[in-house]
Nanobody, 130 residues
Framework: QVQLVESGGGSVQTGGSLRLSCAAS????????MAWFRQAPGKEREGVAL???????TYTDSVKGRFTISLENDRSTVALQMNSLKPEDSAMYYC????????????????????????WGQGTQVTVSS
């Protein structure tokens, strides 16, 4: 069972930057995709960005041009660099992993995340003040 450990997050003012990291362990897959989701109080969970080991990456429209997802440390860590942060970016951010590459280029990670995702991190809070 893959395990995900998140780090980063915190509080910044509007226009600031934060970097989230998530280390994956206890899996033997060489191909997979990893993603970041977020959930604000009273709102549904939202897919933010996804990256696959074949290089494919995609972002939700609201973060395009501001957030960058990347794989690091021999692809065992997924990072999310968040720039030009806005108050509406405030949420609990969750790391997620899907073992195997099948479906990573589709939209199931957004439509049916509970069916698509194999493992979730514990969450890290991001707060952006105006």
């Amino acid at each position: 069972q893959v395990q995900l450990v998140e780090s980063g997050g915190g509080s910044v003012q509007t226009g600031g930057s934060l970097r989230l990291s998530c280390a994956a362990s206890r899996h033997t897959y060489s191909s997979y995709c990893m993603a970041w989701f977020r959930q604000a109080p009273g709102k549904e969970r939202e897919g933010v960005a996804l990256i696959a080991t074949d290089g494919w990456r995609t972002y939700t429209d609201s973060v395009k041009g501001r957030f960058t997802i990347s794989l690091e440390n021999d692809r065992s860590t997924v990072a999310l660099q968040m720039n030009s942060l806005k108050p509406e970016d405030s949420a609990m951010y969750y790391c997620a992993a899907k073992m195997g590459i099948a479906g990573c280029r589709g939209d199931n990670w957004i439509r049916v995340p509970n069916d698509f995702i194999d493992a979730w991190g514990q969450g890290t809070q991001v707060t952006v003040s105006s």
